[in-house]
């Protein structure tokens, strides 16, 4: 297997289906010359010539309108806005109309509108966490890949499919490196994965937390807990499937990302773990989550924020009291 | 000068709107029209002249007040009452109402609830077309309440600077909901703010259905020969209240007694033909017969018409594509 | 006390405000004349005129602009978009922009934005769920007022706070009747009220749903079941404690409300209770919601789209069967 | 001609802008400045010039590329210095950041990480100006991209409308990061855009520092005398990538050469000053010493002051005004 970065694995996924399909185009601000804010589609305009990689203005409403009216027409956009915080300046064509289209319309509409989120640096308005606002919205699907390899699988599948994607890629992630697949492989949306198998605790999360959920894990054999975590891949759909199975066999759950608590996906999560699996939990289900903050521009405020290594220690620790 | 086949299609068509439209207030008057609906009587020429001057292959997005648009672009008017009265054989299945009527086949691509919404949609559209190497143009209706939505500013600078294939239609009956455009509109001038974006764009008379038809046929043309995309500023009225039932004061009867005496599109266009020798009376007769006939027909398919299927409520909200495993 | 409408109570409010207060205004399209979509502001421009009830073009993103500029010089401005669906054009002035000003610069922004929401007639784009996306944005508080009472409390409230409200009424309650208080009363956010006593069963609503809940409750008791619904009146703040202390006393819960389901705020509710109460609760917190759905324009579908009495029966049943 | 003092006056802040950009984008370099910084060296004759002709009770409102402007209002260089820092004893208390600098005690409502907001909330202190009934204006300042979001023309048509006194100026750098202006701009023309929607609008010289202050000096005159709204297009360049560190192709290097060498505000300024005999050597070579030590120190503040006490993180999300038992 090919070892490339998130990014890349982007790129890699998107110049396979480029190349069997032409009617498949990327529109965003500077993305031509620059490749994009995270050198998403670095190279391709010189493969694809500057109609298919589209440089546009800045005019986030106009570009998903686009993608909308070409996509009913039956082209396949892909709407990169590079910051999913700019996307608060397309939600009525986000919401109003890309989603609900099919369901009063009867018509197909694969559109993709791609763009990095996740907590970083940049301050207050460019770390907004989206997961629990697309994800609640009938009629779009929402992709959270943590490993390069399920970048380039969900959006191989999101480039066959003929529904609106929101594909949101975790700033932090934009240069770690992973394996990736070959020509074929496609991840399913609605698929979960165990990121790392364990027995006492199960954390269910996804995109960057599955990393903090991952450390905690290892650090946490040392006290001799078996730490099981999966990585949701796509918060809308869901894998309940998994999700209640896993929950079930190892009965005490932890649900974890780090949007701000209050209102996050995690609150879906847990509560419907919590109504179905009632009787055969060990301990409630425990939310991890950030404070009810905007994230400041100060990397100390960010970090005291949204959880760290240790909350989920101390989460994992908690459930585990019970 | 239109000649006499077309000449009279036009005449019909408005005619048909009229009725349907007239026949719809009343209906939704007595409650058969959930939501209520937005009745386009006055407006007619504009839908007939826009319509007429397109092709099959040229594709459209339209508004929330866009019985005209859909009747003149062909639509079945059994599957357009039958919408309104949201029945499961409506063209949008029940689920979109007067607001959403819409015909895939005919690449009518719908109306829209959101003001500015339709020529945002139009402009992709168009772009699509580009994309897809297709020898057409779309076409966007907007009100001329949307004239000032951000969007509509950001959707013509995109057309411009990729030279889009897109033709925007300002249905402009100069009122939205209850405020005056003038109130409103820096500028005043819809078609001066559209070329300073780069768009030719011109004025013409909404009431005067051949001048609408030879002023697309115009933009059309241009379009097609790479002259970038064209924007038509229509000025045309509406009689009836912005939704059915309202009455209001910001307008005065004088006026609206004016456009319906003086400037109607379809007396106007009638006395026209008569002058000409276009048409008899006799066939003048024959048309609002045939009108009645139809729209009566299609009040009948829609009543008889079963409302949807609770048990579909939560069909096609997505395809389910994105779960197959490939 | 005085008797009058849902929207009159608004009115009533606001009036009461304006006469104390220059600085506070109203902007939205067709506010003058018509009053708004709602008769909300219906006579007031004849007694405040039009520069403090201001006619705007469509242009909501401007609108709230207008309201976040003007509240930071000191005005207190009232954004009436009507439906609350228009907010999607403005969802950057209302989250990048108003919800984070105080925490980035430590100014006030006594800001209103008022609409209407919640499930009615006039199809797919008129119907959106908005207190989960507004409630979990750090830097909004965001009321659902049900009775006349609170709706005008509510509000007098706001216009004495100095932080951004998101006001959501709810277009059935429209020409609801029911009493306010006078001049004086002044309803805190955050604070739960009990619609209807009861001991068996809790539900813990808001809005229109805590009619639907409180119907429920009337009918539960020919079946000698006693069923409390409690009135959140805001989603943000959530009234923890109240709901924590009527939980733990009552035992069996259901958290209810229209939203679609999957991502609504109910989720957010219901595993705080579970987490919190997890080994005192009865039974597994139920959740009662929406299909996960837009809202068709035929109105048997929008009632199959929302739950309705016997829904909120059932839950009450399924919910004394553990 | 601008007096003696007030052109000293312009030559210190221009070059105090510069220092402290220059010293910033080493220190950013160096990972002082976390997210990094936009500078806006070339730029400064905008914001000296602009500022100059305000008073103290203007309200201003501005983007994500705006030290020039911080400095220019006459912002503490140390605590936007610690700002960058993203110390606590910042102007924004190392929440904002090198994007949001902001000073309320002189009315200079922030910065912006979104690009066409600072405008549109320029037009809301406007308003606020308008309905306190005070006698001021509110400026906001504007990139050449924002000229294609749609709120900047949203919040134009309701500024005209309204006649509200706002004043936009264009900090027209030609660039968007990489998108030089003319490829996404429709009409290419800024002015005739703003004209059209019945704005007042002029292009000027953005690299002369005098003629930017009598423009906007006369602009302010213009707007306090009710003749509404008006929009300043000052063409500028920047001469560093948009953020720090960015080196492109999208611009050659003898256009960059040729700003610099001889379209330089700074020295350009001090030409003209030199040939007018207003300024001598020594007088400059005590300016750009006092621009050293100023920034010298605001370096050493910065460094020397904490970052925010991470117990602080949740405070000031609202301010509680709502719980409140009235
Ligand atoms: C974004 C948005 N804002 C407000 C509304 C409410 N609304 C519906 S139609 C309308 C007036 C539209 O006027 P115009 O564009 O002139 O079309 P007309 O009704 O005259 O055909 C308004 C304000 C809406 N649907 N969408
Ligand atoms: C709404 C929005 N879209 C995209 C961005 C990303 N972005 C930040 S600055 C910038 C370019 C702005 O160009 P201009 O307005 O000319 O200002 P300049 O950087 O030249 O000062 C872009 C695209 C943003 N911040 N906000
Ligand atoms: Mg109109
Ligand atoms: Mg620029």
Known sequence: MTVVTYSEAWRSGLREEMNKDASIFVMGTDLQERGGHFSQVKGLAEEFGPERIRDTPISESAMVAAGVGSAMLGARPIIDLNFMDFAYGAMDEIINQAAKIRYMFGADLPLIIRATAGIALFGPQHNNSFESLFAAIPGLSVAVPYRPYDVKGLLKTSLRGSDPVIFIMHKKLTGAKGEIAGEDVFIPFGKARIAAEGSDVLIVTYGYSVEVASKAAELMKTEGVSVEVMDLRTVYPIDYEMVLQRAQDIGRVIVADEAPLFGSITGEIASTISEKLHSSLKAPVLRIGAKRVPIGANPQLVSASIPNVEDYQAAIRKVLTF | ?326
């Open chain 2, 1 to 326: 000068m239109t000649e006499p086949g077309q000449a009279k299609d036009f005449l019909s068509q408005m005619i048909l709107i009229r009725e349907f439209e007239t026949i719809a207030e009343g209906l939704t008057l007595r409650g058969k029209v959930p939501g209520g609906m937005h009745n386009s009587s006055g407006q007619e020429a504009v839908a007939v002249g826009v319509m007429a001057a397109l092709k099959d292959e040229d594709a459209i997005a339209s508004t929330h007040r866009s019985h005209h648009h859909s009747i003149a672009r062909g639509m079945s008017t059994q599957s357009m009452m039958a919408e309104l009265f949201t029945k499961s054989t409506g063209c949008s299945r029940g689920r979109g109402g007067s607001m959403h009527l819409v015909d895939l086949s005919r690449n009518y691509f719908g109306g829209n609830g959101i003001v500015g919404a339709g020529v945002s949609i139009a402009m992709g559209l168009a772009l699509g077309i580009h994309i897809l190497k297709k020898n057409s143009i779309a076409v966007g209706f907007m009100g001329d309440g949307a004239i000032n939505t951000g969007r509509t500013w950001e959707s013509i600078n995109m057309a411009v600077i990729w030279n889009l294939p897109l033709l925007i239609v300002i249905d402009n009956n100069q009122y939205a909901v209850e405020t005056f455009m003038d109130r409103v509109t820096g500028g005043k001038d819809f078609v001066a703010r559209a070329k300073s974006f780069g768009m030719s764009a011109e004025v013409i008379d909404g009431q005067n259905v051949e001048e609408v038809y030879e002023a697309t046929a115009r933009a059309r043309e241009r379009i097609l020969a790479g002259e970038g995309p064209q924007l038509i500023n229509a000025v045309t009225y509406r009689y009836f209240g912005h939704n059915v039932g309202e009455v209001g004061k910001y307008r005065t009867q004088e006026e609206i007694s004016d456009w319906k005496s003086n400037k109607d599109p379809i007396d106007n266009w009638i006395s026209n033909l008569l002058a000409k020798k276009m048409i008899t009376e006799d066939e003048i007769s024959e048309i609002r017969e045939n009108a009645k006939l139809e729209i009566g027909k299609a009040v009948e398919f829609a009543e008889a018409s079963p409302f949807p299927d609770t048990n579909t409520v939560a069909d096609d909200v997505d395809s389910g594509s994105l779960l197959r495993q490939l």
